[in-house]
């Protein structure tokens, strides 16, 4: 991967995980779906500034993603955007103090190692 590719590659992960960071905060000022306010949170979702915000960086994402995909093989990029999980547990710990247990960090090196072997050539 050329410093260019994983320049993409890299705004893409951070993107896609800025969106994933912005959603849940939004997700957290409507609370919790009921059956008996499932419509009316649908509804706020187009009114809430931070879910509105997750959705653009997504945006953000999905297209540096697809400027990837002109560049390098799927069969390297989807593993290396897996990088985003890892991303998503390290923001669920530092920002909303969530566990981090052994099992889940095993599983972020197992991650991590795997994009390094599918990404090197």
């Known amino acids: 991967m050329t410093p260019q590719e994983f320049g993409l590659l890299l705004i893409s992960v951070i993107a896609s995980s800025?969106?994933?960071?912005?959603?849940?905060?939004?997700?957290?000022?409507?609370?919790?779906?009921t059956g008996a306010n499932a419509l009316s949170h649908i509804l706020?979702?187009?009114?809430?500034?931070?879910l509105l915000a997750g959705l653009a960086a997504y945006g953000v994402g999905a297209i540096t993603y697809i400027l990837l995909?002109?560049?390098?093989?799927?069969?390297?990029?989807a593993p290396s955007a897996s990088l985003i999980y890892f991303a998503s547990v390290i923001i669920g710990v530092v920002v909303f103090k969530e566990d981090l247990s052994f099992g889940r960090l095993v599983g972020l090196g197992l991650i991590m190692g795997g994009v390094v072997l599918v990404a090197s050539r």
């Open 69 to 77: 995909l002109t560049r390098v093989n799927l069969s390297v990029a």
């Open 44 to 50: 706020s979702i187009a009114t809430t500034p931070a």
């Open 18 to 33: 800025c969106g994933q960071l912005l959603l849940k905060l939004g997700a957290l000022q409507l609370g919790k779906v």
